[in-house]
């Protein structure tokens, strides 16, 4: 027999999230993630009653598109969890002794550090007439997720609690790529073409003041014996610039 974790069990029940929010049809809001774990085997019963989770899961179409109900959970693994987009929270399907509980995020904000400055100069000094000139430029940065294990705050003062094994820090990262929308960590190439006008007998400097944006917060979960840990993040979204014209 399979051990269904609370969360599970309820969802099953009311199609809604340990924290209210319902997963309408389309909407995608509650997700199955399979895991990599063992796979966990069910008697038929569980397989009809638990499986059928799905419908308030990511795979509703096929069912209101008026073909046989298919599920798209058909294999639970001793890992498998399930995240909601509303709230960013993530449970386990089942329960463990190694698991982690992800609360969801808070104190969430978005901050920009400055990163360098590019120049590119057009020269007009030659010519009595305005020139329109488009500038190509391009910037390569990476997109990555920075988890700040150091600075994790607990409610136990009991020591602290080491995230290394049981698969705790890989699950932490897991939650949070999936709550930022963001995949491995990739290099990002940024192009764009800033149109200008350099005026008659002029040498323009057009400076690029680059800013990396950050997505920062804590992100809040119950450690296995109990704790609440809140982790700092910070993910590398989006690269931007300031544009500064210096008139020579
Ligand atoms: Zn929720």
Not at 59 to 84: E, N, Q
Not at 178 to 196: A, H, I, N, P
Not at 227 to 248: K, S
Request: hydrophobic fraction near 35%; charged fraction near 25%; aromatic fraction near 10%.
């Amino acid at each position: 027999m399979a051990k269904w974790s609370l969360e599970w069990e309820n969802l099953v029940r009311s199609g809604r999230c340990p924290n209210g929010d319902r997963s309408f049809k389309f909407s995608e809001k509650i997700k199955f993630i399979e895991g990599a774990g063992s796979q966990v085997k069910l008697t038929r019963l569980e397989a009809v009653n638990y499986s059928s989770a799905a419908r308030f899961l990511n795979d509703y179409t096929g069912h209101l598109l008026g073909g046989p109900f298919a599920p798209k959970v058909t294999v639970f693994r001793d890992d498998s969890c399930f995240t909601c987009d509303k709230c960013h929270g993530m449970w386990p399907v089942f329960k463990g002794t190694d698991q982690i509980e992800i609360l969801g995020l808070a104190n969430t904000r978005r901050t920009a550090d400055w990163v360098g400055d590019d120049d590119y100069v057009q020269d007009n000094r030659s010519s009595g007439i305005p020139m329109s000139t488009a500038i190509k430029i391009s910037r390569r940065w990476l997109q990555r997720l920075e988890v700040q294990w150091g600075a994790t705050k607990t409610t136990s003062t009991a020591g602290k609690f080491s995230f290394s094994g049981a698969g705790i820090e890989q699950k932490v990262e897991q939650s949070l790529k999936t709550s930022l929308s963001m995949s491995e960590e990739s290099e990002r190439l940024l192009k764009q073409t800033v149109d200008v006008m350099v005026p008659p007998r002029r040498l323009l400097t057009v400076r690029l003041h680059w800013k990396q944006i950050w997505q920062e917060g804590d992100l809040r979960c119950r450690l296995p014996d109990g704790t609440l840990a809140e982790i700092p993040y910070r993910a590398a979204i989006e690269m931007r610039f300031d544009q500064e014209n210096i008139e020579g």
